[in-house]
């Protein structure tokens, strides 16, 4: 039953006979799993509690940095540094302090998919990269979850429903995951900052209705969206039994590479600081783009952007210690599990923080934009 509060609150939904007191209740009994608090994150997480969604599960292992600040509206900077999850759930508590937030501050990865997922109705795909949208992907066709997934490219965007009583999955659209530079991210290539609110909003809007039942569901349908033209299409694709069946237990474990793999070896500011007065320094590579580069480095870096990287591999040396960095170093991460898995190095380190928090420990002048 509603409080006298949650009347109030949701009075416009009330208001609705397609909603009512009942859609209401459904709302308030709905546990929505949000992977992702960044770009689409934010708005999805924002309008959910809002409508008065239950329980919000959010999922993230990325801090708040700077530059989310362009897109990411749940965020501020007093938000610099805290970890996305954490900060959503905050934010979120102030939209509507009747929601229940449960927070995971960490990336979902192949050990804990299953567990996670399986606590909730409906899975809401906010991430930005391939490995998680397939493996989010077979996790709702093993446990029987809908997944509303979104994505984002530049100035473009595209929705749809997968898995929903019994239509197509993420695999009958896209069977294959690209390869590590077929698939660059906004840190690489930028994005329009109101993008993922337009797209984030619409998957929010799909998630209300799988819940409610209501209407038309973007099952076997991808809405596609320019922002350039405002010009929207929406393509149909079928089911495709033989895709539709890969799950947590059947698919090719390669797809989720990035989320199995062996941890990567890092080191601190201070200890490279100390490395690079020693007698054989390491090697550094700087994977941010021109642009960033020309702004500010660490001096001798060689500066091979993480999109080139598969085609300029020959000119890092295999016998020396190589310590990689971007700005936060989640790029130099990617840059070293493609290096390790495609390519066979053994010698590489990953700089915590990135340059970024070389400047805050060790050069506060040193500009990092």
């Not at 530049?154 to 009958?172: A, D, L, M």
């Not at 690489?188 to 209407?215: F, N, R, S, W, Y």
Request: hydrophobic residues 40%; charged residues 20%.
């Amino acid at each position: 039953m509603l409080t006298p509060d949650e009347r109030q609150r949701y009075q416009r939904h009330l208001q609705l006979p397609e909603i009512g007191e009942a859609g209401q209740e459904k709302l308030k009994a709905a546990r929505v799993l949000v992977v992702g608090a960044g770009g689409l994150g934010c708005p999805i997480l924002q309008y959910l509690a809002a409508a008065g969604v239950g329980t919000l599960g959010i999922a993230d292992g990325d801090q708040v940095e700077m530059s989310n600040l362009q897109r990411q509206v749940l965020f501020g900077p007093a938000d610099l540094g805290q970890y996305k999850a954490e900060a959503a759930a905050r934010a979120v508590q102030r939209i509507n302090p009747l929601v229940n937030c449960e927070v995971t501050p960490r990336r979902v990865d192949v050990a804990s998919v299953r567990e996670l997922v399986a606590q909730y109705d409906v899975v809401v795909d906010g991430s930005d990269n391939f490995p998680t949208r397939y493996l989010l992907n077979d996790a709702c066709v093993s446990l029987g979850k809908p997944l509303v997934s979104g994505a984002i490219y530049k100035f473009e965007g595209q929705v749809s429903v997968f898995n929903y009583q019994g239509g197509p999955t993420y695999r009958c659209l896209f069977p294959q995951p690209p390869s590590a530079a077929e698939a660059p991210n906004c840190s690489v290539i930028g994005v329009l900052g109101v993008l993922p609110g337009l797209v984030g909003c619409a998957q929010a809007t799909e998630t209300l209705k799988v819940i409610l039942g209501l209407g038309e569901i973007l099952t076997g349908r991808l809405w596609l969206f320019d922002a350039l033209t405002f010009q929207t299409r929406t393509l149909r694709f079928a089911r495709q039994p033989e895709r539709a069946a890969i799950n947590l237990d059947s698919a090719d474990p390669a797809d989720y590479a990035e989320l199995c793999q062996a941890p990567i070896a890092s080191v601190t500011p201070a200890e490279l600081d100390e490395l690079l007065s020693s007698e054989t320094p390491p090697f550094l590579l700087d994977v941010r783009e021109l642009e960033e580069y020309a702004v500010s480095h660490l001096p001798s870096a060689a500066l091979i952007p993480l999109g080139s990287l598969p085609q300029r591999v020959a000119e890092l040396p295999r016998h020396h210690p190589i310590v990689v960095y971007c700005r936060s170093g989640r790029r130099s991460a990617q840059a070293i599990a493609q290096l390790q898995q495609d390519h066979g190095f053994d010698n590489l380190t990953n700089l915590t923080g990135g340059i970024q928090a070389w400047a805050e420990q060790l050069d506060p002048a040193m500009p990092t934009a």
